[in-house]
């Protein structure tokens, strides 16, 4: 299996000093070539998930296995494309993408790989233009890039399309659909939205919270692109609102107890 996520769970103390569990015996396994998303309220743990997939964060036990190998800390297989796409101002486009490569490879061959990720993501025309100078959407494609041009085994993303409008993040979708399709990368994807994983994802991991848990595994062997099967994945948007509806009504809940208490 490519990566294997067994018996992970994660706590901390919090602001009372009393221990939570954020996730508990998460078991998790991804096929290389996959695109997988993970779907929740907040407070489920899934972008804690993701951290600990990263290196970032360590788990509190449990083990992770990335092609035959465990997962200990940060490493160039793994990509990460998080919800704001923090690029250095004083750099160029073309420049961001260039800056993980300095190390690997001649700015020769940095430039070239640079560029063809930037025409992967439709930025060709941007490459000397500065970030303040793009849209969000524009600079989350060149986050994208960027994140590409390392050549990770695993693309993790955190809510990627989070902070933007509707009509961007649609367009985005495209952007993202043509790269997995192209460099057959293993996606693993943060998101709150339903429609956002049943358009994109092999798979959805759908997860509950207090404590964060799967829930429900949800499989979609639907052709690509997905805009002409919205029937037939009805069923399936109806069945994860379902599972999330005591979820979510349990953050409400708790969110009230906080607020009434202080």
Not at 198 to 223: A, H, N, Y
Request: one cysteine or more; charged letters at 25%; glycine letters at 6%.
């Amino acid at each position: 299996m490519f990566l294997t996520i067994n018996e992970v769970s994660k706590q901390f103390n919090n602001r009372e000093n009393n221990i939570e569990t954020v996730l508990n015996d998460v078991n998790l396994q991804v096929k290389e070539g996959e695109f997988v998303s993970i779907l929740g309220p907040s407070g489920c743990g899934k972008s804690t998930l993701l951290s600990i997939v990263a290196g970032l964060t360590k788990q509190t036990s449990g083990e992770l296995i990335l092609q035959g190998k465990k997962i200990n800390g940060p490493g160039k297989e793994r990509g990460m494309v998080f919800q704001q796409a923090a690029l250095f101002p004083w750099l160029t486009v073309e420049e961001n993408v260039m800056f993980p490569l300095r190390k690997e490879m001649s700015k020769k061959e940095a430039k070239e790989k640079a560029h063809k990720y930037l025409s992967l993501v439709q930025l060709s025309p941007y490459t000397k233009h500065s970030p303040h100078e793009l849209s969000g959407g524009m600079q989350q494609r060149v986050s994208i890039a960027r994140a590409l041009a390392m050549d990770p085994a695993l693309l993790l993303m955190d809510e990627p399309f989070g902070a933007l409008d509707e009509q961007t993040r649609s367009r985005l979708h495209e952007v993202l659909e043509k790269v997995f399709l192209e460099t057959k990368k293993t996606i693993l994807f943060v998101t709150h939205s339903i429609h956002e994983a049943l358009k994109l994802s092999d798979r959805i991991v759908v997860m509950g919270t207090q404590p964060g848990r799967i829930l429900d595994i949800i499989e979609l062997d639907f052709p690509r692109p997905r805009e002409q099967a919205r029937e037939e994945l009805l069923p399936y948007e109806e069945r994860i609102q379902q599972l999330l509806k005591s979820e979510i009504d349990k953050v409400i809940e708790k969110e009230q107890q906080y607020e009434n208490s202080h």
